[in-house]
């Protein structure tokens, strides 16, 4: 009997705004069978810092993340901001 655990990466998608949200799936195996699963959700938003992300999501996220995407985003971010204390 041989008990498992892994964590994967199973979904990736970029938003319009180059926000990347990804979910990792965890499961439970016994012997090749699966005996629980369960997800994590997370995001990353245009340049913020990815350190403990996992690979195959820091890999889109330096091709997504162009300068243009980059500064669009931040002043989107400003122009809300601006927006909410006026």
Same mark, same amino acid.
């Given at each position: ?45 245009? &340049?913020?810092?990815? $350190?403990?992300?996992? +690979?195959? *999501? %820091? &890999?889109?996220?330096? $091709?997504?993340?162009? +300068?243009? *995407? %980059? &500064? ?6 400003? +122009?809300?901001?601006? &927006?909410?204390?006026?």
């Amino acid at each position: 009997m041989s008990i498992t655990k892994t964590t994967t990466v199973d979904q990736i998608t970029v938003t319009e705004n180059g926000t990347i949200l990804y979910r990792e799936a965890t499961r439970i195996m016994e012997d090749g069978v699966q005996l629980s699963q369960t997800y994590h959700r997370s995001s990353k938003y245009p &340049a913020q810092d990815l $350190t403990g992300v996992p +690979a195959n *999501v %820091v &890999a889109i996220c330096n $091709t997504v993340w162009t +300068a243009e *995407v %980059v &500064a669009a985003y931040q002043a989107a971010q400003a +122009a809300a901001e601006a &927006a909410r204390n006026a």
